[in-house]
């Protein structure tokens, strides 16, 4: 097989797994349907056969349960990936992941780490309503201990897959389900990409579009339409939520004078709301106020037609940034 071809993003996480349990026994997959392609499409694919129940746990349906198994299986020492096929319903599992995984490192004075991912799946669309189309990365973003990852790309996903599970502290490793299909060029060594790292997917000079997860692909896709009418969109994938690359925010801006932040959550108090705070805070002058591009503030709704409007895409990235570039 080429050292150049082409992966799905479902398939670059499932190598890096792979690679990750290959490479230390101390790295095991725990989760709701783990060898099922009804919960986690071919994301697991072959682990089971590879690497055995013992390294690879079907569980109940206990998001507490199985999330306090990893995380305390990390703090005697292995590195586990906890894996919840509906971030709606890690919910269950906010004491072992906020109380006890994102404190352990501060409150043993450093002595002690907690190694765990915490991989969460976003799905939505499919008139899939309220409880099951969440994506809560601002809310784990907002808990001081967690770091969170949004890769948008088969080579991220992979890369940063890797590094989720080779840092010492725990990672909320939050994928999108509408990106699973989507291909690229992904080595088939093992490599890492660095937490807290953006990408810049488009150079720029009229207005910085920040975005992350399945939003940076649509924000790549709006620039190159922009391009065609006369707009130089530079295009911000942010990669890691938190931290957050603000070097490369900042840049981008100080060069355009004009931000777009589009955000696969909420509007308020969302992801979208802390880097236009961060712009306004920088005190670099921008010719126009920030704007954000989010869902908004209701619960999803369960019609097609309603669907339509109420997830945002490519097109709406392109009328806001025309907007916002309008003189």
């Known amino acids: 097989m080429s050292a150049n071809r082409r992966l799905s993003y479902s398939l670059a996480i499932n190598e890096a797994l792979h690679q990750c349990m290959a490479a230390d026994r101390g790295v095991f997959l725990i989760g709701q349907g783990v060898n099922s392609p009804w919960y986690v499409g071919n994301t697991a694919q072959g682990l089971l056969e590879r690497f055995g129940g013992k390294r690879v746990i079907d569980t109940p349906v206990s998001e507490n349960a199985m999330t306090g198994a990893a995380v305390g299986a990390a703090i005697a020492g292995m590195r586990p990936v906890v894996e919840h096929p509906r971030v709606d319903f890690m919910l269950y599992a906010i004491d072992p992941i906020i109380n006890e995984a994102a404190n352990w490192h501060y409150m043993s004075g450093g002595r002690s780490a907690c190694p765990v991912v915490i991989w969460g799946i976003i799905n939505r669309g499919g008139e899939q309503a309220a409880q099951h189309s969440q994506a809560l990365q601002a809310m784990f973003a907002h808990i001081p201990g967690l770091k969170v990852v949004m890769p948008a790309t088969p080579y991220d996903a992979k890369g940063l897959m890797v590094a989720a599970i080779r840092d010492d502290n ?3 490793f939050m994928d999108d ?6 291909e690229d060029i992904v080595p088939e060594k093992i490599y890492s990409v660095p937490i807290g790292k953006a990408a810049v997917r488009r150079k720029g000079d009229d207005i910085t579009i920040v975005a992350s997860s399945y939003l940076a692909r649509e924000a790549v896709k709006a620039a190159d339409i922009l391009h065609h ?4 969109a530079e295009v911000i994938d942010l990669r890691t939520i938190k931290p957050l690359d603000t070097a490369a925010i ?11 932040v589009a955000d696969g959550g ?10 236009c705070a961060l712009a306004a805070e ?4 921008l010719d126009r106020p920030p704007v954000r591009l989010t869902l908004p503030d209701c619960p999803a709704p369960a019609s097609v037609s309603l669907e339509k409007v109420y997830y945002k895409h490519c097109e709406d ?11």
């Open 170 to 172: 725990p990672v909320v």
């Open 266 to 275: 909420w509007r308020s108090f969302g992801v979208a709301s802390e880097i």
């Open 177 to 182: 389900r509408w990106l699973y299909r989507d």
């Open 229 to 232: 009418e006369g707009v130089s």
């Open 282 to 285: 920088s005190g670099i002058g």
């Open 250 to 260: 900042l840049r981008s801006i100080k060069k355009t004078g004009r931000l777009l």
């Open 317 to 327: 990235i392109v009328l806001t940034a025309k907007k916002l570039c309008a003189r």
